[in-house]
């Protein structure tokens, strides 16, 4: 708790949690493994309107691309591919200030 917080002041009844919770959360810190992962996406323009769409499920299953090889595949099947909208919604949406 020291390094976090100033050397030899004392967290009073809430010390033993506060550590716990700075060391769990160091031991994740240190577990954690990098992964891999790239986004397919895909611009398509229709008169003078365009769309961005992100590539997420690929045979009814989540597509998650984990390396160049799977990306560039399923690159080559979207660029020969035909595209059809087939249905879209218009909601209206606010926002609350922060």
């Not at 020969?80 to 922060?98: D, G, L």
């Amino acid at each position: 708790l020291w390094k976090k917080v100033t050397y030899g002041l004392s967290a009073g009844r809430v010390q033993s949690p506060a550590v716990r919770l700075i060391v769990e959360r160091e031991r994740e810190i240190r577990a954690f493994v990098p992964e891999e992962y790239w986004i397919v996406g895909a611009d398509l323009n229709k008169d003078g309107e365009g769309l961005h769409f992100d590539v997420t499920k690929a045979d009814d299953e989540k597509f998650r691309p984990g390396n160049r090889e799977e990306c560039d595949a399923a690159l080559q099947s979207l660029r020969a591919a035909q595209f059809e909208v087939m249905k879209t919604e218009k909601t209206v949406s606010t926002r609350q200030p922060k």
